[in-house]
């Protein structure tokens, strides 16, 4: 279910694959259609076959992944160094930084719909994209990709200390002589430090670029050698997200569900998993609810006789995604399937006009009409 790989639904125009003139007639819903002839978005003999959108979130967590490995003479580093408080094993530290949430819109197998031919129309354009979302009628639409997601960054590459080491070091008999042998020599580089900073070195230099470039590399085998004993931790900045779609059945009151969990051990976990905190998403509607319409013989009825093209009206949301007490996102955004399905009368593509109607890709509603 969760993945660091990134699977989205980037749509393209149906530009040059059949659907570039057809003319317009009537949007009648899936059931029209017979069981034997499976629907299939884009142009046919009978018109064009359409879907509406269904709202899908993209949640993106970026996290810190701090990577702590003991060093080659951590038993030693009380004795020698007296540090008596370094990991003496390898762990692993997740740390969740931030949750972003893109919201974006794929097919609804339950609002496939197909705009007939008939000749009194004005309508003969029509875009989708190519999974067959409505884009636009009368004008050519180009389909929008997704935000680019932020990219990770890999921990650094760790020092060797023993790139470092003298060659009496290397050649003791026992890892007990080495870190003793390794310890004084960090002392000598730390005492030739000092000796530079107070200006009581032989070999002090009178150039502060150059005196700068001996401290630093002072610095940096002082750093390499102490590793050895206090280890290195490395961190890296972790880029994962899955995909969540909101129920359609929600109320006023809204709804709360387990987004997922956040392990400080593991980092992204399944819900099921208990070795992480649950992250809550809520979902809850703006003003009123839409009424829908109960009566589905009713519902079939009207829809026979009206004509025209079916579009979405979402419902706007407020979505709020909490870990504990800390509120990770909230925003508010449209939610198709919260919403209704309405109809732009045929009326509007007559012979005396040329009317444009240009569709939110990823919400199904209308985003622009104008006429000629």
Not at 109 to 116: D, E, G, Q
Not at 176 to 186: G, H, P, V
């Amino acid at each position: 279910m969760i993945s660091s790989l990134f699977k989205r639904n980037i749509f393209s125009s149906m530009k040059g694959r059949g659907v570039g003139a057809v003319l317009l007639l009537l949007a009648c819903p899936l059931y029209a259609q017979t069981e034997l002839t499976p629907f299939r978005p884009g142009a046919t003999l009978e018109g064009v076959n359409y879907f509406l959108p269904k709202t899908v979130f993209e949640i993106v967590l970026t996290a810190d992944k701090a990577v702590t490995t003991p060093g080659e003479f951590a038993a030693y580093s009380d004795r020698y160094l007296r540090q008596p408080h370094v990991p003496k094993e390898e762990s692993t530290l997740w740390t969740l930084k931030e949750v972003a949430m893109y919201a974006y819109g794929i097919p609804d197998s339950t609002k496939a719909y197909t705009i007939n031919i008939r000749s009194k129309s004005n309508a003969p354009l029509v875009s989708l994209t190519d999974d067959g979302l409505l884009l636009g009628i009368n004008t050519q639409v180009a389909p929008e990709a997704l935000p680019t997601l932020p990219k990770g960054t890999p921990a650094p590459e760790p020092v060797n200390g023993r790139d470092f080491m003298t060659h009496e070091i290397l050649s003791a008999g026992s890892t007990a002589k080495m870190a003793q042998l390794t310890a004084e020599e960090i002392y000598d580089l730390r005492d030739s430090r000092n000796a530079l900073i107070r200006g009581e070195a032989d070999n002090t230099p009178k150039d502060g670029s150059q005196l700068k470039l001996m401290l630093d590399n002072l610095s940096a085998q002082t750093a390499a050698l102490e590793a050895l004993f206090k280890g290195q931790t490395l961190t890296s900045t972790e880029v994962m997200s899955f995909d969540y779609e909101p129920n359609s059945l929600i109320d006023e009151e809204g709804t709360r569900e387990m987004l997922c969990r956040f392990s400080r051990r593991l980092g992204l976990v399944d819900p099921d998993d208990l070795s992480g905190e649950p992250v809550w998403i809520t979902i809850k509607p703006l003003g009123t609810l839409p009424v829908t319409t109960e009566d589905e013989a009713v519902a079939k009825k009207k829809a026979k006789i009206e004509r025209g093209v079916y579009v979405n009206q979402p419902q706007r949301c407020r979505v709020t995604i909490t870990m504990g007490a800390q509120t990770l996102l909230s925003t508010e955004v449209p939610i198709a399937q919260i919403g209704t399905t309405e109809l732009l009368s045929d009326l509007l593509f007559d012979k005396k006009k040329t009317t444009r109607v240009t569709i939110h890709q990823h919400t199904g509603s209308v985003k622009d009409i104008s006429e000629e």
